[in-house]
């Protein structure tokens, strides 16, 4: 068994196609194939099966396989960065995961400053949904991701680093920035701006499930994912939107509308860093939480680190 044989079948079988695995692994399909029927014919055992023309399952034999490979490789990769702490050198692979918003408002400036400060550090920032966040923290893909501290599931660990509410957006002088205390009538009564009803970002009850739950008829003007794009738009008159945002961060502050809590509906939460509970960071991959929380005043809490 080669090290490129064992990457090879680790990638098939995590991404569930030879299509992408020779795309993450810069070799032609024929080339994993072999490797897999190679590995087959060491083992005596098939360790993939096909059903259909493009799906792929692991075979028992194939489970206990991957499951080696995955310890094995990360085994490696804490055996290089182990290495590199001894000689002292700052280098190797940092992989994070964020939402658009937070990676546009909240991080340039930490990115900037440990791009500086560890030039030799092969840095890569992923935009995604917080659900895909998740998903990939879960899978090892990334070393830690950012989402809401409330959809961060039990068996993953979640630092609190930001707090953040929910507030209204409307144009500045609307007529609801008069309201006392706002209700779900008095939302409907404008066209409104919604993220598309299959992402549920706070993991509790969305603005929709509300709007239901009061029994009032709504229009959805525009269906985005985006603060900033559903600002826009309600800085153009289109409608009233919601914005889940840090205290006192300008964000789509800069423009020109007004912000409304809605702590009635919503209960306060926090960003958080999040991150496997096995995980452990080298020196270099702490760096950049550490600056990250600086930037605010905290300190990153301690959290077990190699070496």
Known sequence: MEWQQLLGFYQVARLGSFTRAAQATFRSQSALSQQIKALEEEFECPLLERIGKRRLRLTPAGEIFYNFAEITLQSLTRIKEELNEIKGLHKGALRMAA???????????????????FPQVRL????????????????????FGVTLMSMVPKDLRGTRWQPVEMFLMVPQGHPLTRANRLTMKQLAAYPLILPPRQANA???????????????????ILESSNVELSSLYVELGLGISFATMVRGHPGPRSRNLDFI??????????????????????????????????AVGLPWPAVKRQG
Request: charged letters at 25%.
């Open 124 to 143: 890569t920032i992923l935009d995604r949904s917080q659900e895909a966040v998740i998903e990939l923290v879960k899978n090892g893909e990334i070393d």
């Open 261 to 294: 809590p809605l702590r009635h509906y919503f209960k306060p939460d926090h960003i958080a860093v999040v991150m496997r509970k096995d995980k452990s960071l080298p020196a270099y991959k702490s760096a950049f939480l550490e600056m990250l929380f600086g």
């Open 99 to 117: 939402p658009f918003t937070t990676l546009f408002h909240l991080f340039r400036g930490v990115v900037k400053d440990y791009v500086a400060q």
């Open 202 to 220: 706070r993991g509790g009850l969305t603005m929709e499930d509300h709007l239901r739950k009061a029994g009032v008829d709504y229009h959805v």
